[in-house]
């Protein structure tokens, strides 16, 4: 073989990056190279299944698909070795030198993200192929794509910087990797030690995987066997292995049914939310089979998009065996599968809530975020989501949730109404002004703490026929509450003539300013007139958007001393009175979320301080 067909590469910037975590890294469990290595040939064997679907033309077409796994105690190497469709001298290129592919791009994600937490990452997540380089001191990659006129080649490198390629004659089709340990792994090159780590964490593998001579696993298609027959230990190892977990589910929906499709399925929850931990957006984790035979492994059309962090597996005999991911798109079949299976899983969920309540909260906690995004935008489920739903609220304690069915058959006979607060903690949400109104009538309000929160009420819109109100909203009506006699407090008219000049000293700003029935502790409280507003505030707000101005309205508490103070300095000492009122006024407005910027605010609040030192 010519010399002048090695090309020499460079990796990307972001592939030395990895490779140099990965080789220096002080992970314990090294092992899980074999995992890696073994399910890309899974992968390559699976992909190659399909593509003679589809193709006539495939290179070496009746070869059986198996994996081999020889270990060379000797030469201190291993190899694997599949049949799949292999890889070209480009794929070759675009695979294993650049960040292309979705695994190592969301490890690097996460490292960015979390800073020097983040010992254990490698552990949490498999950084695919680049994990042999934790054991190698090089590694080759002998590959030989499944189209006909393409050639094999050689790809080598030790993991530094760069790696090159080489055209190679005689290759079988599919891909062999060799490893070869540095000294001091060269325990994994002893055959029992590498059997033991194949069983471990390949034993799901749908092609048979021989080492030497042994054949070692079974292949078996868990989710088509009798519930009664598993043990919970083979439902988490498959996980494991499905879902290239390192956790144990959280939740384990197996079922089957016959009609409207047949169909059998084995759906997992993880224990964690990876969205949650800095992984970015997770792509769909349930693959679709027909018939043990795998048809799409990550298929976007089957189930909605909210439903993203489901694992595990989906298997139809109605499927025909020869869909492909394009036809899929607007699989009819497709669809209909995907519904039943999500409205399975939501009464699966829904069930769990009921039984074991604390654990579901448990779930809500950590995955409510997808749940909420599916009442913002999915329409097709909407009132399912909706009774999954858990917020704290004015009656629960801290860090205890209620779902909006028992926070509606708590609801007083004449309330029509459910309310709701949106602020950043329990804490501030009780010290706020908002409350005050609802507590002391009795009526119990949903604190909610996150931003998606408001899109979700907003677009719920109502709940079993109850509107959902945001209670800083200014056209509440609630019942007279009785009074308490406060001495000072402003009677009606004082209150009338007060309010009057506290709109003509705060001006445009404010659209109206009236005496509250709400308040009972705080001094006043500013007001959106409508939600709608309320909501398209936060959302331009949120898109960085400067808000349009909003009208707002102004409802003091007569009985606060604040307020009887201030109407009798109106009087005796006029400037400091109006100095007073505008920053009583930005105070409401800071609470509401309303203050646009607080220059004005700190300076006046200079002046203040300036005229009550003098005296
Ligand atoms: P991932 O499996 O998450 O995509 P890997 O780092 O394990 O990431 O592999 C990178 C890519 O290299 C794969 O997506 C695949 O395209 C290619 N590849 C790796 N191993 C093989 C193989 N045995 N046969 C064919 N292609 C492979
Ligand atoms: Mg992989």
């Not at 190659?48 to 059986?64: G, W, Y």
């Not at 996980?239 to 959280?250: I, M, T």
């Not at 018939?291 to 909605?304: G, Q």
Request: charged letters at 30%; proline letters at 3%.
């Amino acid at each position: 073989m010519s010399t002048s067909n090695v090309e020499k590469h460079e990796f990307q910037a972001e592939i030395k990056q990895l490779l140099d975590i990965v080789i220096h890294s002080l992970y314990t469990d090294k092992e899980i190279f074999i995992r890696e290595l073994i399910s890309n040939a899974s992968d390559a064997s699976e992909k190659l299944r399909h593509t003679k679907l589809t193709e006539k033309d495939v290179f070496e077409s009746d070869r059986e698909l198996e994996i081999l796994v020889t270990a060379d105690e000797e030469a201190n190497s291993i190899t694997i070795q599949d049949f799949g469709i292999g890889m070209t001298r480009d794929e070759l290129v675009k695979n294993l030198g650049t960040i292309a592919h979705s695994g190592s791009k969301q490890f690097l994600n996460a490292l960015k993200e979390g800073g020097s937490k983040n010992d254990n990452l490698i552990g949490q997540f498999g950084v695919g192929f680049y994990s042999a380089f934790m054991v190698a001191e090089k590694v080759s990659v002998y590959s030989r794509s499944w189209k006909q006129d393409e050639q094999g080649h050689c790809w080598t490198s030790d993991g530094t910087g760069s790696y090159e390629i080489e055209e190679t004659a005689d290759l079988n089709r599919g891909t062999k990797i060799v490893i070869s340990l540095k000294e001091e792994e060269k325990d994994f090159a002893k055959k029992d030690n590498l059997k033991t780590i194949i069983e471990r964490y390949s034993s799901f593998v749908q092609f048979p995987i021989t080492l030497g001579e042994d054949k070692i696993n079974k292949i078996d298609a868990l989710w088509l066997r009798s519930k009664s027959e598993i043990k919970d230990e083979e439902y988490t190892e498959f996980y494991k292995f499905q879902a290239n977990a390192f956790d144990e589910p959280r939740y384990r929906l197996h079922f089957s049914a016959d009609a409207p499709l047949a169909i059998n399925a084995l759906l997992f929850t993880p224990n964690e939310n990876p969205e949650k931990v800095g992984f970015g957006r997770i792509d769909p984790g349930v693959s679709l089979y027909c018939r043990k035979v795998m048809i799409d492994s990550k298929p976007k059309e089957l189930l909605p998009e909210w439903l993203r962090f489901l694992k595990g597996v989906v298997d139809s005999e109605d499927l025909p065996l020869n869909i492909s991911r394009e036809t899929m798109q607007d699989s009819a079949l497709i669809q209909k599968l995907g519904r039943v299976i999500t409205k399975r899983y939501l009464k699966f969920l829904g069930e769990e809530a009921k039984k074991r309540n604390e654990k579901y909260q448990e779930f809500f906690s950590k995955f409510g975020f997808f749940i909420k995004e599916g009442v913002a935008i999915d329409m097709t489920y909407r009132d399912d989501l909706a009774k999954l739903l858990y917020f704290e609220s004015s009656t629960t304690e801290k860090g205890k949730m209620t779902s909006l069915t028992d926070y509606v058959s708590r609801m007083k006979e004449d309330q029509k109404e459910i309310y709701y607060i949106l602020g950043q903690n329990r804490e501030s949400i009780e010290s706020g002004p908002y409350l005050e109104g609802f507590k002391s009538r009795g009526i119990e309000v949903l604190f909610l703490y996150e931003p998606i929160d408001e899109y979700v009420m907003g677009n719920l819109n109502a709940f079993d026929e109850k509107t959902l109100v945001s209670a800083d909203q200014g056209d509440i009506k609630l019942d007279d509450a009785p009074k308490p006699e406060v001495e000072g407090a402003l009677d009606e008219k004082t209150s009338e003539a007060f309010c009057t000049w506290l709109k003509e000293t705060i001006g445009d700003r404010v659209k109206e300013v009236k005496s509250s029935d709400r308040l009972t502790d705080s001094p006043a409280m500013a007001l959106s007139p409508d939600a709608m507003s309320s909501q398209m505030r936060r959302m331009m707000r949120s898109m960085g958007q400067d808000s349009m101005p909003v009208e707002v309205l102004y409802e003091i508490n007569p009985a606060h001393p604040l307020m009887i103070n201030l109407n009798a300095q109106r009087e005796s000492n006029p400037e400091i009175a109006k100095l007073v009122a505008l920053q009583g006024f930005d105070s409401a407005l800071m609470t509401a979320g309303l203050l646009e910027d607080p220059k004005d605010m700190l300076a006046r609040m200079n002046q203040i301080l300036e005229q009550t030192a003098t005296k």
